[in-house]
């Protein structure tokens, strides 16, 4: 079996350890355009989304339908605890 010197194994450290700094940094880099993406994708959406509310408001109060809302009870359904003989 062969033994590594030192001096071997530091190189092959120290050259590990600059290959990882660099991807480190070009990972930062990375990250920076994607949170400046990100970042301009937001302002997008958000400029777009007040857009559409104002060109489609939604219903005023008068504008919505008759219809029961959901803590209406029509006469027909009546209230089935009394029905069933509970409380």
Do not use: C, W
């Not at 400046?36 to 958000?46: C, H, V």
């Not at 777009?48 to 919505?64: A, G, H, R, S």
Request: aromatic share 2%; hydrophobic share 30%.
């Amino acid at each position: 079996m062969e033994t590594l010197e030192n001096v071997t194994v530091l190189n092959n450290l120290k050259e590990q350890h600059a290959t990882v700094e660099k991807q480190i940094n070009d990972g930062q880099g990375q990250l920076e355009q994607l949170r400046a993406t990100y970042l301009r994708l937001s302002g997008a959406i958000e400029i777009l989304q007040q857009i559409e509310d104002t060109n489609n408001p939604p219903p005023q109060e008068d504008e919505v339908s008759s219809a029961p809302q959901e803590d209406e009870v029509s006469p027909e359904e009546g209230d089935v605890s009394e029905s069933k003989g509970f409380g």
